[in-house]
């Protein structure tokens, strides 16, 4: 497997790059909320995003979300591309300055992250879809040294999701209620990570 952590595509420079053997190049892009708002307005207002929480926003609504999340320097949000196609949403953030933080007790180099599907249009029907994007995913988040252990918080009623991230090596947690959802957290360490290589 190659890496490349600056790479730059057509269109904005990656901020993470893997060529996945049988796969394909997996990009992590920075979002530009306003080029990119009507693709992830078409993502999160599908019913199967129902827990990502955005089922009635507009495309302006999700602008200004995402305008929003670009002007903290504590939270973060990508699309991940395969071979240059957006295939997934990504956030990342820092649990101490989140909602979450409040929840439970963050441990120093904790990293937060949110990880939304495209369609099935987009071809993630092709098994090992998922596996490929959460190891380029994960080997992103924990590019920097400074991220110690990855932590999840899925809608406890989400079970697809924390399924997913049970076979992806996270340990659970315990379930808190958060103002918006009641959460599953869930946690992957850097050591777990890697002993997956």
Do not use: I
Request: proline content about 7%.
């Amino acid at each position: 497997m190659t890496e490349n952590m600056a790479t730059t595509d057509a269109a904005r420079a990656a901020a993470y790059e893997r060529a996945v053997p049988g796969f394909g190049t997996v990009s992590v892009v920075p979002l530009d909320p306003t080029g990119d708002a009507e693709l992830v307005h078409g993502w999160v207002t599908e019913e199967r995003a129902r827990f990502w929480g955005m089922l009635d926003h507009t495309v302006e609504q999700v602008r200004e979300v995402y305008a929003y999340v670009d002007s903290l320097t504590t939270h973060h949000a990508y699309l991940v591309h395969r071979d240059s196609v957006p295939v997934a949403l990504f956030q990342t953030y820092d649990p101490a300055a989140d909602p979450v933080g409040e929840c439970y007790d963050v441990e120093p180099g904790d990293y937060g992250l949110h990880l939304l599907l495209g369609p099935a249009g987009e071809g993630h029907a092709q098994p090992g879809f998922t596996a490929a994007v959460l190891l380029v995913v994960f080997g992103f988040c924990f590019q920097d040294e400074r991220h110690r252990r990855l932590v999840a918080e899925p809608d406890a009623r989400n079970r697809k999701a924390v399924d997913r991230l049970l076979r992806a090596g996270f340990t659970l947690g315990p379930v808190v209620d958060k103002p918006e959802k009641r959460a599953q957290l869930a946690f992957l360490p850097r050591t777990a990570y890697e002993q997956m290589f």
